[in-house]
């Protein structure tokens, strides 16, 4: 059974910094994409970033390029959101997400910017 367990959401002031863990079990890992998304209240959820199994990253959204980036550590089934220069738009509920198959999400991380 795959599982994603995210941690690392808090709340911080614009211009921090947070980074975003996500664990993953039940698949091989290293030939994973892994993706990051985000929901904001009333928002659709949108992709974040994505990163193939090789660490070939290959998407990021507009709106975070330059100030977030996406990485993984395939010897501990791990992949990591590093999130600078955080905006109040950056607010939303952050997923960890492998496309498979199966597609499967985490259970979410709330990040929260204060202005």
């Known amino acids: 059974q795959v599982q994603l367990v995210e941690s690392g959401g808090g709340l911080v002031q614009a211009g921090g910094s947070l980074r975003l863990s996500c664990a993953a079990s039940?698949?091989?890992?290293?030939?994973?994409?892994m993706a990051w998304y985000r929901q904001a209240p009333g928002k659709r959820r949108e992709l974040v970033a994505r990163?193939?199994?090789?660490?070939?990253?290959?998407y990021y959204a507009d709106s975070v390029k330059g100030r977030f980036a996406i990485s993984r550590d395939n010897a501990k089934n791990m992949v990591y959101l590093a999130m600078n220069s955080l905006k109040p738009d950056d607010t939303a509920v952050y997923y960890c997400?492998?496309?498979?198959?199966?597609?499967?999400w985490g259970q979410g991380t709330q990040v929260t910017v204060s202005s």
């Open positions: 990163i193939t199994g090789g660490g070939s990253t290959n």
């Open positions: 997400n492998t496309p498979g198959p199966p597609s499967t």
């Open positions: 039940g698949i091989i890992f290293r030939i994973s994409t």
